[in-house]
């Protein structure tokens, strides 16, 4: 089990393994500061279901916002 403190992963691997990949491509979406309505409209989805991969990222990263998301992905080095 993880600590509070540690952000999670699959076997010593990526904690971005944990993601779908529209997941994937939200988060990348959320860093580059795109509003959830111009989201869905790039990538053929509703707003509503970017909001629900938005906080599925946020839950499964265990973090609190754009800021902190957009910040550990930098530190991770994730490519689109």
Same mark, same amino acid.
């Given at each position: 089990?993880?600590?509070? !403190?540690?952000?999670?992963?699959?076997?010593? /691997?990526?904690?971005?393994?944990?993601?779908?990949?529209? #997941?994937? !491509?939200?988060?990348?979406?959320?860093?580059?500061?795109?509003?959830? %309505?111009?989201?869905?409209?790039?990538? /053929?989805?509703?707003?509503?279901?970017? #909001?629900?991969?938005?906080?599925?990222?946020?839950? %499964?990263?265990?973090?609190?916002?754009?800021? #902190?998301?957009?910040?550990?992905?930098?530190?991770?080095?994730?490519?689109?």
């Amino acid at each position: 089990m993880t600590q509070p !403190d540690q952000h999670p992963n699959i076997s010593g /691997g990526s904690p971005f393994a944990l993601l779908t990949r529209r #997941e994937h !491509d939200v988060m990348l979406c959320v860093t580059q500061g795109m509003p959830n %309505k111009l989201i869905g409209d790039n990538l /053929g989805i509703s707003q509503r279901t970017v #909001e629900i991969h938005r906080a599925n990222v946020f839950r %499964k990263l265990r973090l609190r916002n754009a800021v #902190e998301l957009t910040n550990y992905v930098w530190q991770h080095r994730v490519d689109a």
